[in-house]
């Protein structure tokens, strides 16, 4: 999460859910021709997958629920990816366990988000998720990566893959909302985003952006 001055990383359990994915799997390869047939390794089977799912949708819903409250205490926009045809297209290319069970996390932490957004009547914005991790967000170039690690040829901007990522959504939620350079909710991301004064009592939500900050 990146809030324009500092950027947090949040470990899931989603971890602990794809280990279970793989003991099952793993039964499954060892009783390749009997699981389906026998009752106490098919039991087992559906055993881990249910506590791996279980596991996705209950930290999907309890972190939900934190950062949704947390907008609201602090008057914030959530920023999130538009991942639905991204995850489409790669889900064609890589059918591996780790990425499907990424997929269905994932999707399941955006869906809770949503719900709870709209229960807590919280604004989100979805952006592109094109060139989130591959752009250098100072100077915008790309990037070139040794493993998840980034460097910027251009101007020297070092960072991992998830910090570049959150950076770049963060400055993509800015041009939606103040798309016009120069305009009174532009500001550098290290700067403080509430304005002297605060805003009017009815003003609308996107014309002051520093009045909320992203996360």
């Known amino acids: 999460m990146f809030n324009g001055r500092s950027i947090r990383r949040i470990n899931t359990r989603f971890t602990e859910a794809l280990y279970l994915k793989h003991l099952a799997e793993d039964v499954q390869k060892r009783h390749s021709y009997a699981w389906r047939r026998n009752g106490k390794w098919l039991n087992i089977i559906r055993a ?3 506590r791996s799912r279980n596991i996705v949708i209950d930290w999907s819903r309890k972190f939900a629920k934190y950062i949704v409250l947390k907008a609201k205490r602090t008057k914030s926009v959530i920023v999130l990816e538009d991942l639905e045809k991204l995850w489409f297209n790669s889900s064609q290319k890589s059918k591996t366990l ?4 990424s997929r269905f996390a994932y999707g399941k932490l955006q869906l809770a988000i ?3 957004a709209v229960e807590y009547d919280v604004p989100i914005i979805f952006v592109d998720p094109r060139n989130t991790s591959s752009t250098c967000p100072r100077c915008g170039v790309k990037l070139t990566y040794n493993h998840r690690l980034a460097v910027c040829k251009r101007c020297g901007f070092t960072a991992d893959r998830d ?3 959150a950076i770049n959504i963060y400055l993509k939620a800015l041009q939606i909302l103040a798309p016009c ?3 009174r909710g532009t500001h550098p991301m290290t700067d403080e985003t509430r304005p002297k004064g605060g ?3 009815d003003e ?3 014309t002051h952006i520093k009045t909320y900050t992203s996360i």
């Open 114 to 116: 949503i719900t709870k």
């Open 163 to 165: 910090k570049i990522g």
């Open 204 to 206: 609308p939500m996107t």
């Open 181 to 183: 350079q120069g305009s």
């Open 98 to 101: 780790a990425d499907k069970l």
């Open 199 to 201: 805003s009017l009592k």
């Open 48 to 50: 881990l997958h249910r």
